[in-house]
């Protein structure tokens, strides 16, 4: 029980928030993001509370809907609020003001008030405790900026399980990756169902940012990618049952997304999403389908063109099939919804949605009945959106829709109606998409005027018995019952009521339409039309009188009928015009109805019109004329003045006009109306009067006018509208009354006849205003009236029809009427926003704007903007000593500022248009409306730098106008420039302030009184804005104002004797200002334009002067002044220095001057001028360090002219200046310094020869300070100087003399010391020469007054220096070394004698000695020799830098190659026992020493010192001897050092031997085993036995190296080496070690016996029984080693060499015996041995295996287990080497 309790304790415990541990308290309350845990945890909720609400209030500030919380999360009660004391439904209370708080603050947390309102959150809520989840949503989109980190660092240890793949950046602090967010979202749902929710949750609260959205749309797609990727498999079944889990966790995401209209942002995310799952998913019609439906169902005037792109992917991956009910409806109200998709085409494939569009559409019309979509399909079909496929199956779907028409759907029949009309459009359609329509009918085996008759057969009339069958095809319809149908129809016709007199009389009876498609339905049958057309109703025999009968006809073929049904009204005309009592009747009216004909389409149509005007003109004849006029009295009913043509007046018409034409009219439908336009215009061959082209236009206006048929009027308008006037009467005078007849009906009502007539309303439109001309008063007041009428407002086609008309006329109208016309339409365009409002601004925009129209808008702009609070800003001139913006005045309401601020800004985008530099006229009027907008700012609280900028354009394209044309000119006295000051300081527009600079820059050239009285000011504000650019246009802005302006206020300041530097100091202030703020690689021509245009002679000094003073002479100030001057001439550049020590004189006057007005006054205690001097000085030895002012000096001094003389001229005073700048500063240190380097500098400038001459000039000063600093200078010169310039060798060889002298006469020790670098560096590169010269130096500098001088310093300048000259001289400094060798060498003893050694000087010794040994070794004697190699032991052993022992080694290695042999020997013989003294480190090197003369003597030299070579040979093998001694006094030697000299001179032996013969060398070694034998004393054993184990150690070396080219030399140590073994002493360690050696030596000697040395029974009978009784040792203790590691391998090696049956039988035997040995150990070693041999000899050893079976056996049974083991291997190598078992034999 207590277990079970102590469990729950732990987990509630481990769950819970509240601790009352201390320091847990202070670390959760140390929780910070603003502030460090240490200052946190110090802080109380108070403080908190108090620093945060003020982030809070500001909050409240930019969003009132922050207010809300102000009584719950930010109250004062919420200080005292404890989340671990509140009870569960008070914490989930409070959770949702948190989350509501977070999302509102989500789109501000860049800014610091909302990190301070999210931190009271934090240390008062603890959110990122309760609400951690929320938190971190909240602040994921801003997972790159700092503040997330740290959120990151106070977030608790257990995350939510969505989140925790934030842990290892939580531990790391490092930015979160978009690429861990996305591989999160893409492998855990419920992270991107938990964004996705908090991004829907913000868009549904209103409180969406963009930022959010991009984040969510950028991770759900990347997301939605991956896991499509993810769930992609081999199996369409795994991949579809994928597809359809990822579609059911995203859809309902997408789905609430796509709805939500007020968050476009978030739709097109959406959009992408679902294109993606489209593109990727394979998802079926029905998903693509729902997306699709959801997608339009939620669309706005801002997505849907963004949704149509979304809607066409969708369609390409969907089947091709009509689209649903839902999207149709939704694509129908769509504006222009073809040539939208059109444009989408041509990014995106359109065309599978515009087929499923079209083909719902086609399928609504069958089955409902809807006409609306067919101008749709049509605009489909016709843009080239379709495949050809897909027009051929729509095409048909159209063929086959009037046969699923119904009577049901279509009771009256307009429907099929209708839809005939369309095919015939469509059939007569242009270009690719009109051919693929044609082609898709033709397929379908149709002819369309078949087809017309067919609807027309198939549409029973109203006046039909109404209860008759439905409508069937033609294929399946008796011929009985139609035959029947039509005498009940005759029947029905019969008893119709009175028709009325004329078909065009205005409001003829609906009885017509009735006749029309009765005639339609018999026009296929001539029987049936013959009969019709006897028709009582039509009254046919009244036909002359009455107009009935052929103003009903004329009506057909003016109307929307089939071809055939035209074709027929035209015959029926015909056949009755030729009949007898119409010959006495003028039927000239009827001509505009047969010119309406003539341009029909159909070439049917137009044959028969020509016939009939044939027959018409065969009544007119120069001789006979009809007698009455047909249609007079009742054809229009009664119209107004209807002007009737003459019968002479139609003769000509018809015979002059129609019948020459009328040929090419059947052929080309456009030709009648060409020739009736020429006509009328007199252009024809037979001239017509011009009485009678007037008489007949005002019949066929006439004609217009009266007409009820709208394709008659369009069609002869088309004609008339290209006639301006004949005799003084314009078509204006005659066709206005046609235009206000059009305007004046309601939309619907001409929407409605225009559709009865199947005109295009547009072209009607467009034809109706195309009536008025230009200037023709009434005309244009008709169309401004209609503009401005409210009804016409109503129609937008005829509104876009009116202005096209007016922009038309434009150029033609004279100026009253266009300045009228400008004035109306201007205020049209202020209107609200309205489509007469967007014409009248397109209008303006679109025409020429004349100056006077220009000057008269913008003076009624003018007068907006002036109030009486806001006076000119130039109307008086006025003080700029108040920048600052007056407070806005609210003396306007807000919405007539705005107005204002539109009117502006349409006006002076009229002005900006219409070129400005071709009015320059308006410029007072702009710079009026510029102050204007200055104080209007301030009204509407915005900058208004779009409105400036318009007019600042303006202004500086109308002033070169005013520099070219002297007769324009502008007042300076009104204050054009304060204007554009005032602009320039008050606005923030980089492109405001650009374009006004701009301004200025033109006025200054143009005319500089206008803005030089305000160039000051400006510059002042240029430094705090433009500047500080970095684009490329405002670099070009900032040099062309500099270029512009400055030059003509510099001739300003000449001109009224102005101090120009003072003057300046303002604007020099402005660009030192900016400095900082200019972009890098601008700075340099910034300032060269600046300096240049101010002349650098004058002001170059003060810009650097300006510039050091206030950033310091740092690497940047010093590089880019640096570059300043090296882009400019020497003069200037000397001149400028000369100056800029002149200023630095001034600043340290008591009273400074010109220094006050640069950089200010230092007479403030935190200004002190010496600093402010120092910083100048600092500046000035980088400038004369200038390697490009050097060479063009020297370039300039070399030549004799004035251009020389003026340089050495400004050289000369600079000296001057310098030197005397010194002086005044010798008492202040850093000062005086900064002169010392700036003078070092100053004298490099010159040549060498010119520079010798002012440094023996300076030599004779008494400052030895400033004449070391001069031979310094000196000697960083002759560095530089070229050894090959013979001017420069001769000039500095002539000068060693003098610097000898300094040498010997001055008692400074760093004034000698610079002299004898100074010679050092001259005979390095020129002694050679002159060695007389450098001869007489070297014996100067070896001499007392140098070298023997006790300053270390230059003792070591004088051996670096004898060096150089030992290099140099070579012989010639002989006679000079007696001196300088015993002092260097006396150095160096004392050196390494002392407690601390000098290691320049060490260095410096052993550089002087290298230096003789490459070049006079021969001056190295023995006795030098054997000084220098004592003390380089003690070098060696004094445990010196790296440096030190490779200068000392390099030192020996020459000696050793370059110096006599016999000399270096001796004196490595001599050396050796004090080498030994000093240890190791000598011994080696020693022996390095003697291992390179090895290898450079030859072997002549070898052999002639082979005994001294022997000698120091033999000390070396004695060295382990002479260690272990008891006189020995050197540090003691470790067995690793002593091996590794014993190596050494192993390796030097073997050096010797390989250079000396057999001869020469066998009595040497001969005498090397004697002296180890005889060499000691007797009782001197251990040293005996030490020199005999470093001599076999040798001997080793030795066999194994020669191998058996010296097996002969093992006769001279077989009887010692027998000895040895014998007689040792195995309890002795040496006397072990060399026995070890002895065998190991024996062994390498047998190894390589090539000669049967050891195979001779005396050599193999001595050595084989004393190695082989060394097996007994191996049954002592601790010895198994030994013999396992030396005897074992040397008896194997002898075995192999003695390749003798005898002598392997007997070391076989031999063995065999010590096999029985009571000692476990010797049997053991022996069986190994035997090993060892079989796998060795093989079955040449085993040929003794029958006596060895014997010891086998007796082995197998041994007492020793080890021994039994051994012998079982032993056994097992026999039989792999025999091939068989041993088994039988052992048995």
């Given amino acids: 029980m207590a277990s079970s309790l102590a469990t729950q304790l732990a987990e509630i415990a481990a769950n819970s928030?509240?601790?009352?541990?201390?320091?847990?308290?202070?670390?959760?309350?140390?929780?910070?993001?603003?502030?460090?845990?240490?200052?946190?945890?110090?802080?109380?909720?108070?403080?908190?509370?108090?620093?945060?609400?003020?982030?809070?209030?500001?909050?409240?500030?930019?969003?009132?809907?922050?207010?809300?919380?102000?009584?719950?999360?930010?109250?004062?009660?919420?200080?005292?609020?404890?989340?671990?004391?509140?009870?569960?439904?008070?914490?989930?209370?409070?959770?949702?003001?948190?989350?509501?708080?977070?999302?509102?603050?989500?789109?501000?947390?860049?800014?610091?008030?909302?990190?301070?309102?999210?931190?009271?959150?934090?240390?008062?809520?603890?959110?990122?405790?309760?609400?951690?989840?929320?938190?971190?949503t909240t602040f994921l989109p801003y997972h790159t900026i700092p503040v997330f980190m740290t959120l990151l660092s106070i977030l608790p240890s257990q995350l939510p399980v969505e989140y925790r793949f934030l842990n290892p950046y939580i531990k790391s602090l490092t930015a979160l990756p978009r690429a861990a967010i996305v591989t999160q979202a893409t492998n855990r749902p419920s992270f991107l169902s938990g964004l996705s929710q908090y991004t829907l949750e913000s868009c549904r609260t209103k409180q969406e940012y963009p930022a959010l959205i991009s984040f969510w749309a950028g991770i759900t797609a990347e997301a939605v990618n991956g896991m499509l990727d993810k769930g992609r498999s081999g199996r369409r079944a795994i991949q579809t049952q994928n597809n359809l889990a990822l579609l059911q966790e995203i859809g309902p995401i997408l789905s609430d997304a796509m709805v939500m209209k007020d968050v476009p942002g978030l739709r097109i995310a959406s959009y992408m999403i679902v294109t993606i799952l489209?593109?990727?998913?394979?998802?079926?019609?029905?998903?693509?389908?729902?997306?699709?439906?959801?997608?339009?169902?939620?669309?706005?005037?801002?997505?849907?063109?963004?949704?149509?792109?979304?809607?066409?992917?969708?369609?390409?991956?969907?089947?091709?099939?009509?689209?649903?009910?839902?999207?149709?409806?939704?694509?129908?109200?769509?504006?222009?919804?073809?040539?939208?998709?059109?444009?989408?085409?041509?990014?995106?494939?359109?065309?599978?949605?515009?087929n499923g569009l079209a083909l719902a559409l086609v399928d609504r019309l069958s089955k409902k009945g809807d006409i609306r979509g067919l101008p749709v399909v049509k605009s489909l079909l016709v843009s080239e959106l379709l495949q050809k496929k897909q027009i051929k199956v729509?095409?048909?779907?159209?063929?086959?829709?009037?046969?699923?028409?119904?009577?049901?759907?279509?009771?009256?029949?307009?429907?099929?109606?209708?839809?005939?009309?369309?095919?015939?459009?469509?059939?007569?359609?242009?270009?690719?998409?009109?051919?693929?329509?044609?082609?898709?009918?033709?397929?379908?085996?149709?002819?369309?005027?078949?087809?017309?008759?067919?609807?027309?057969?198939?549409?029973?009339?109203?006046?039909?018995?109404?209860?008759?069958?439905?409508?069937?095809?033609?294929?399946?319809?008796?011929?009985?019952?139609?035959?029947?149908?039509?005498?009940?129809?005759?029947?029905?016709?019969?008893?119709?009521?009175?028709?009325?007199?004329?078909?065009?009389?205005?409001?003829?009876?609906?009885?017509?339409?009735?006749?029309?498609?009765?005639?339609?339905?018999?026009?296929?049958?001539?029987?049936?039309?013959?009969?019709?057309?006897?028709?009582?109703?039509?009254?046919?025999?009244?036909?002359?009188?009455?107009?009935?009968?052929?103003?009903?006809?004329?009506?057909?073929?003016?109307?929307?009928?089939?071809?055939?049904?035209?074709?027929?009204?035209?015959?029926?005309?015909?056949?009755?015009?030729?009949?007898?009592?119409?010959?006495?009747?003028?039927?000239?009216?009827?001509?505009?109805?047969?010119?309406?004909?003539?341009?029909?389409?159909?070439?049917?149509?137009?044959?028969?019109?020509?016939?009939?005007?044939?027959?018409?003109?065969?009544?007119?004849?120069?001789?006979?004329?009809?007698?009455?006029?047909?249609?007079?009295?009742?054809?229009?009913?009664?119209?107004?003045?209807?002007?009737?043509?003459?019968?002479?007046?139609?003769?000509?018409?018809?015979?002059?006009?129609?019948?020459?034409?009328?040929?090419?009219?059947?052929?080309?439908?456009?030709?009648?109306?060409?020739?009736?336009?020429?006509?009328?215009?007199?252009?024809?061959?037979?001239?017509?009067?011009?009485?009678?082209?007037?008489?007949?236009?005002?019949?066929?206006?006439?004609?217009?006018?009266?007409?009820?048929?709208?394709?008659?009027?369009?069609?002869?308008?088309?004609?008339?509208?290209?006639?301006?006037?004949?005799?003084?009467?314009?078509?204006?005078?005659?066709?206005?009354?046609?235009?206000?007849?059009?305007?004046?009906?309601?939309?619907?009502?001409?929407?409605?006849?225009?559709?009865?007539?199947?005109?295009?309303?547009?072209?009607?439109?467009?034809?109706c205003v195309d009536v008025v001309i230009a200037n023709n008063q009434a005309g244009h007041r008709l169309l401004v009236g209609l503009a401005k009428d409210a009804k016409t407002a109503t129609r937008p086609g005829l509104i876009r029809a009116i202005f096209s008309r007016i922009a038309k006329i434009w150029p033609s109208m004279k100026s009253e009427p266009q300045l009228s016309t400008a004035q109306e339409m201007l205020l049209l365009a202020q209107t609200p926003l309205s489509p007469v409002s967007v014409e009248a601004a397109e209008l303006l925009r679109g025409v020429d704007l004349s100056t006077k129209i220009l000057a008269e808008l913008l003076e009624s702009l003018e007068n907006e903007l002036k109030m009486p609070t806001a006076p000119s800003p130039?109307?008086?001139?006025?003080?700029?000593?108040?920048?600052?913006?007056?407070?806005?005045?609210?003396?306007?309401?807000?919405?007539?500022?705005?107005?204002?601020v539109n009117k502006a800004t349409f006006i002076l985008e009229l002005v900006q248009s219409s070129n400005p530099a071709q009015h320059p006229e308006l410029l007072p009027n702009l710079f009026e409306v510029l102050s204007g907008l200055i104080h209007l700012r301030s009204l509407v609280g915005s900058e208004l730098g779009y409105l400036q900028d318009l007019v600042l354009s303006s202004l500086s394209a109308m002033i070169p106008a005013y520099k070219n044309n002297k007769n324009l000119s502008i007042d300076a006295s009104v204050g054009y420039g304060d204007v554009l000051a005032?602009?320039?300081?008050?606005?923030?527009?980089?492109?405001?302030?650009?374009?006004?600079?701009?301004?200025?820059?033109?006025?200054?050239?143009?005319?500089?009184?206008?803005?030089?009285?305000?160039?000051?000011?400006?510059?002042?504000?240029?430094?705090?804005?433009?500047?500080?650019?970095?684009?490329?246009?405002?670099?070009?802005?900032?040099?062309?104002?500099?270029?512009?302006?400055?030059?003509?206020?510099?001739?300003?300041?000449?001109?009224?004797?102005?101090?120009?530097?003072?003057?300046?100091?303002?604007?020099?202030?402005?660009?030192?200002?900016?400095?900082?703020?200019?972009?890098?690689?601008?700075?340099?021509?910034?300032?060269?334009?600046?300096?240049?245009?101010?002349?650098?002679?004058?002001?170059?000094?003060?810009?650097?002067?300006?510039?050091?003073?206030?950033?310091?002479?740092?690497?940047?100030?010093t590089e880019f002044t640096t570059q300043i001057m090296a882009s400019l001439s020497v003069e200037t550049q000397l001149q400028t220095l000369i100056k800029s020590l002149d200023l630095t004189n001034d600043i340290l006057k008591p009273k400074p001057t010109i220094s006050n007005t640069l950089l200010g006054k230092h007479d403030k205690a935190d200004q002190d001028p010496q600093k402010i001097a120092l910083k100048q000085l600092t500046l000035l030895p980088n400038l004369l360090a200038n390697r490009r002012l050097k060479q063009e000096i020297v370039k300039l001094t070399e030549n004799d002219d004035m251009e020389s003389a003026k340089v050495l001229e400004l050289y000369a005073q600079l000296l001057e200046h310098l030197l005397t700048l010194g002086s005044a500063v010798k008492a202040k240190k850093a000062l005086y310094s900064r002169v010392g380097d700036a003078l070092a500098n100053l004298l490099n400038l010159l040549s060498i020869s010119s520079f010798i001459k002012i440094v023996e000039t300076l030599l004779e000063r008494k400052d030895v300070a400033l004449r070391q600093k001069v031979l310094r200078a000196l000697e960083l010169r002759v560095d530089k100087e070229s050894n090959t310039d013979p001017k420069s060798r001769a000039a500095l060889l002539a000068f060693l003399p003098q610097l000898t002298a300094v040498i010997r006469e001055s008692n400074d020790m760093g004034y000698k010391h610079t002299a004898v670098t100074c010679v050092d560096k001259i005979a390095e590169k020129y002694g050679k020469k002159d060695l007389e010269t450098v001869a007489a130096a070297a014996a100067t500098i070896a001499g007392d007054h140098c070298l023997g001088q006790p300053t270390q310093s230059l003792r070591v300048m004088a051996l670096l220096c004898l060096a150089s000259l030992v290099d140099v001289l070579q012989d010639a400094i002989v006679p000079v070394l007696p001196a300088a060798i015993p002092k260097a060498l006396g150095y160096l003893e004392e050196m390494v004698a002392g407690g601390s050694p000098d290691l320049a000087l060490h260095n410096a010794v052993y550089t002087f000695m290298t230096a003789l040994a490459q070049h006079i070794p021969y001056m190295i004697s023995g006795a030098y020799l054997d000084r220098l190699l004592t003390c380089s032991s003690a070098s060696a052993a004094a445990g010196l830098d790296s440096e030190a022992n490779q200068n000392r080694v390099d030192c020996l290695k020459f000696l050793a190659t370059l110096v006599d042999s016999k000399v270096l020997f001796t004196a490595l013989n001599n050396n050796w026992s004090k080498a030994v003294g000093y240890g190791y480190p000598a011994l080696a090197e020693n022996l390095r020493i003697l291992g390179v003369a090895l290898d450079k003597h030859t072997k002549s030299t070898v052999s002639k010192n082979a005994t001294i070579l022997a000698e120091i040979l033999l000390n070396g093998l004695d060295v382990r001897r002479v260690v272990a001694s008891a006189d020995y006094k050197g540090p003691q030697q470790d067995e690793t050092q002593l091996e590794a000299l014993e190596s050494a001179v192993n390796e030097n032996a073997l050096k010797m031997i390989y250079k000396l013969n057999d001869a020469s060398f066998r009595p040497l070694f001969n005498q090397m085993i004697e002296w180890s034998v005889s060499g000691l004393p007797i009782q001197d054993k251990k040293g005996r036995t030490l020199r005999m184990l470093s001599l076999y150690g040798f001997l080793h070396t030795f066999f194994d190296n020669l191998k058996s080219i010296v097996t002969g030399y093992a006769s001279y140590i077989t009887d010692n080496a027998v000895k040895i073994v014998r007689e040792a002493n195995l309890k002795d360690d040496n006397e072990?070690?060399?026995?070890?050696?002895?065998?190991?030596?024996?062994?390498?000697?047998?190894?390589?016996?090539?000669?049967?040395?050891?195979?001779?029974?005396?050599?193999?009978?001595?050595?084989?029984?004393?190695?082989?009784?060394?097996?007994?040792?191996?049954?002592?203790?601790?010895?198994?080693?030994?013999?396992?590691?030396?005897?074992?391998?040397?008896?194997?090696?002898?075995?192999?060499?003695?390749?003798?049956?005898?002598?392997?039988?007997?070391?076989?035997?031999?063995?065999?015996?010590?096999?029985?040995?009571?000692?476990?150990?010797?049997?053991?070693?022996?069986?190994?041995?035997?090993?060892e041999l079989t796998d060795r000899l093989g079955a040449e050893w085993l040929r003794n295996l029958v006596e060895m079976v014997i010891a086998i056996r007796e082995l197998q049974d041994d007492d020793d287990e080890i021994v039994e083991r051994e012998n079982q291997r032993w056994i097992v190598a026999i039989e792999k080497t025999l091939g068989e078992s041993l088994d039988t034999m052992l048995q």
């Fill in 874 to 900: 130039y109307a008086k001139r006025r003080r700029l000593s108040a920048p600052e913006e007056k407070p806005a005045l609210n003396l306007q309401p807000s919405a007539e500022a705005k107005a204002t």
């Fill in 394 to 767: 729509l095409c048909g779907m159209l063929l086959v829709a009037p046969f699923r028409v119904n009577d049901e759907v279509d009771p009256d029949g307009q429907i099929r109606k209708e839809l005939g009309s369309w095919l015939v459009s469509l059939s007569q359609a242009d270009g690719n998409a009109g051919d693929s329509i044609r082609a898709a009918i033709k397929d379908a085996g149709v002819d369309i005027d078949e087809l017309e008759l067919k609807l027309g057969t198939s549409i029973r009339p109203t006046l039909a018995i109404e209860d008759a069958p439905d409508a069937m095809d033609e294929d399946s319809m008796p011929v009985v019952a139609e035959e029947r149908t039509i005498s009940v129809d005759f029947e029905k016709l019969s008893l119709l009521p009175e028709p009325p007199s004329s078909c065009l009389a205005q409001g003829s009876s609906s009885l017509l339409n009735d006749l029309s498609e009765f005639f339609i339905s018999v026009a296929g049958n001539e029987e049936n039309l013959k009969q019709f057309d006897e028709a009582p109703i039509l009254s046919r025999p009244l036909a002359p009188t009455k107009s009935f009968y052929l103003s009903f006809y004329m009506r057909l073929w003016c109307g929307p009928v089939p071809t055939l049904a035209k074709v027929a009204a035209l015959e029926r005309v015909k056949l009755r015009l030729k009949e007898d009592d119409c010959a006495d009747y003028d039927f000239h009216a009827i001509i505009p109805y047969c010119i309406t004909a003539l341009s029909d389409p159909s070439k049917k149509v137009r044959r028969a019109a020509g016939d009939l005007v044939t027959v018409i003109g065969q009544s007119f004849t120069k001789s006979s004329h009809p007698g009455q006029t047909w249609g007079t009295k009742d054809l229009y009913g009664k119209p107004d003045e209807f002007h009737w043509l003459s019968p002479e007046d139609v003769r000509k018409f018809i015979h002059s006009v129609l019948l020459p034409s009328l040929e090419e009219s059947v052929l080309h439908e456009d030709h009648v109306l060409t020739a009736l336009t020429s006509a009328l215009e007199g252009e024809t061959e037979k001239k017509i009067s011009s009485s009678v082209r007037l008489s007949i236009f005002k019949f066929l206006s006439s004609t217009v006018i009266a007409t009820p048929l709208l394709l008659t009027k369009l069609r002869l308008l088309k004609s008339l509208n290209s006639v301006r006037k004949i005799s003084g009467t314009s078509r204006t005078d005659l066709l206005l009354p046609l235009l206000r007849w059009w305007a004046s009906l309601a939309e619907s009502d001409a929407q409605l006849v225009a559709a009865q007539q199947s005109v295009d309303e547009a072209a009607l439109d467009k034809a």
């Fill in 982 to 1117: 005032l602009c320039i300081q008050r606005s923030s527009s980089p492109h405001v302030i650009n374009a006004a600079l701009l301004l200025v820059a033109s006025l200054a050239t143009t005319a500089p009184e206008v803005v030089l009285h305000s160039v000051m000011p400006i510059f002042t504000f240029m430094s705090s804005s433009v500047l500080k650019q970095a684009d490329d246009y405002s670099a070009i802005v900032v040099h062309k104002t500099i270029k512009e302006v400055i030059p003509p206020l510099i001739e300003t300041f000449r001109k009224n004797k102005r101090n120009l530097v003072a003057s300046t100091a303002d604007l020099l202030t402005s660009f030192v200002t900016a400095f900082e703020h200019i972009p890098a690689h601008r700075k340099h021509e910034l300032f060269m334009s600046l300096i240049e245009k101010l002349g650098p002679d004058d002001f170059l000094f003060a810009v650097i002067g300006m510039l050091v003073d206030r950033y310091g002479p740092t690497d940047n100030i």
């Fill in 17 to 136: 928030r509240s601790t009352l541990n201390t320091k847990a308290l202070k670390a959760a309350h140390s929780k910070s993001l603003i502030f460090e845990p240490r200052i946190a945890a110090s802080q109380t909720f108070a403080e908190i509370y108090s620093l945060c609400r003020d982030g809070f209030e500001e909050l409240c500030h930019l969003d009132p809907r922050f207010a809300y919380f102000n009584n719950s999360l930010w109250s004062e009660q919420s200080q005292e609020q404890d989340r671990t004391q509140m009870s569960k439904d008070e914490n989930a209370a409070l959770d949702k003001h948190i989350d509501a708080f977070l999302h509102l603050c989500g789109s501000r947390l860049r800014l610091m008030p909302a990190i301070k309102a999210v931190e009271w959150l934090i240390r008062r809520f603890r959110i990122h405790e309760f609400n951690t989840a929320i938190l971190i």
């Fill in 1632 to 1731: 072990r070690e060399l026995w070890s050696r002895v065998l190991e030596t024996l062994g390498s000697c047998f190894e390589f016996d090539k000669d049967d040395f050891w195979q001779a029974p005396t050599h193999f009978g001595t050595v084989m029984p004393l190695l082989v009784d060394q097996f007994l040792h191996a049954g002592k203790e601790g010895f198994a080693a030994e013999v396992t590691e030396s005897l074992i391998p040397a008896v194997v090696e002898l075995a192999t060499v003695a390749d003798s049956t005898e002598h392997h039988k007997d070391l076989n035997t031999r063995l065999l015996k010590l096999m029985r040995s009571e000692e476990a150990g010797v049997r053991l070693a022996v069986v190994k041995c035997q090993q």
């Fill in 278 to 354: 489209a593109s990727k998913g394979n998802l079926g019609d029905a998903a693509l389908s729902s997306f699709m439906d959801q997608l339009v169902l939620g669309w706005t005037a801002d997505t849907h063109k963004t949704g149509l792109v979304c809607l066409c992917i969708l369609s390409q991956f969907r089947s091709a099939k009509q689209l649903s009910a839902r999207v149709t409806k939704a694509l129908l109200k769509v504006h222009e919804i073809a040539a939208t998709l059109s444009e989408i085409n041509k990014d995106y494939r359109a065309d599978r949605l515009a």
